[in-house]
């Protein structure tokens, strides 16, 4: 069964505009993450922000945040002011602790791609 | 700063062959992970280790084998490789502490004829 579910397998914004990509995921942990990664062209992968699972408020970091709806078991990245450079395939993964381990596996979603238009 | 290295960068290999996979960090981290990416796919584990000598099945390890002989290094074996595999092979590792992150390296870019 799928952990991690983004919906959307493509997106488009035009320059400037705020784009918003949503994952939800399935998980019985009291604890875990969820991060979201950027894959460039390139297929390097860049880490965007995170958001603990005990922490209420929302994670900011630069032009990106997250709308984290811990009940639901969704959490939405937001891109404010989206410019071209941020292209690329956005990755919503889930971490569980195991053992000793405080990142544990990682399940990752499909991935969305998005195209922001000059 | 630290590097995550991951050789060949490109393999490419005949159907039925044994292929190595290797990745070495300098970062000191505990925790190594290798990552199978088809395309237009997410990533699926494969298998990870959370530190020297020990290996953890992921969601895909039928077909791999994996060897943690040093921290600083995490090899993946296609114990057969299937006729018109192609796939990226990503590594990654993490200091295995809380609140720490993925480093990936570049991958390795499979293509089996």
């Known amino acids: 069964a799928q952990r991690v579910t983004q919906v959307q397998p493509t997106g488009s914004s035009q320059w400037g505009e705020e784009v918003t990509l949503d994952c939800s995921y399935e998980?019985?942990?009291?604890?875990?993450?969820i991060f979201w990664y950027r894959q460039l062209f390139s297929g390097e992968m860049v880490f965007l922000i995170y958001?603990?699972?005990?922490?209420?408020q929302n994670q900011r970091s630069g032009r990106y945040s997250v709308v984290f709806q811990k009940s639901f078991k969704s959490i939405s990245l937001v891109i404010s002011a989206s410019q071209p450079e941020d292209s690329g395939t956005y990755f919503c993964a889930l971490s569980e602790p195991d053992r000793g381990s405080a990142l544990g596996r990682l399940h990752f979603g499909a991935g969305t791609q998005l195209i922001v238009i000059p | 700063g630290g590097i995550i290295t991951q050789t060949p960068k490109f393999l490419i290999g005949q159907e039925g062959q044994k292929l190595t996979l290797k990745c070495q960090q300098n970062f000191n981290h505990d925790t190594m992970y290798w990552y199978r990416q088809d395309s237009g796919k997410g990533l699926r584990l494969i298998y990870y280790s959370i530190t020297e000598n020990d290996l953890q099945k992921g969601d895909l390890s039928e077909g791999y084998d994996a060897s943690r002989e040093k921290k600083s290094s995490f090899s993946l074996t296609v114990t057969s490789a299937q006729k018109n595999e192609m796939a990226v092979f990503l590594c990654?590792?993490?200091?295995?502490?809380?609140?720490?992150?993925?480093?990936f390296g570049h991958g390795t870019k499979l293509s089996v004829l």
């Open positions: 998980t019985s942990e009291y604890f875990y993450r």
């Open positions: 990654a590792s993490t200091p295995g502490t809380a609140n720490e992150r993925l480093f």
């Open positions: 958001q603990p699972s005990f922490d209420t």
